[in-house]
């Protein structure tokens, strides 16, 4: 029993997501609309070759509050975006 591969996702959703419920009461993320924009900025920022230090400073205009390259590694190599 793979939840992923159902399309399942169980845990704390990652920034940019909700966990939400399916129809059938199942787990599932879904797109949260305030922070999304800001994890695509952050992604187009990192591929532009903008500073981590720059990006991070981004995030914390931005509303999401983190700080630190450790939370900035989860988002950029989490197999989820």
Do not use: C, M
Not at 51 to 60: F, G, N, S, V
């Amino acid at each position: 029993y793979n939840t992923r591969s159902q399309g399942r996702f169980l845990g704390i959703a990652p920034v940019g997501y909700i966990n939400a419920r399916d129809e059938n009461n199942k787990p599932i993320l879904t797109i949260d609309q305030n922070k999304a924009p800001i994890v695509k900025s952050i992604f187009e920022q990192y591929h532009a070759g903008v500073t981590r230090k720059a990006i991070l400073l981004y995030a914390k205009e931005s509303g999401l509050g983190k700080q630190g390259n450790v939370w900035l590694e989860r988002i950029l190599k989490n197999p989820i975006y």
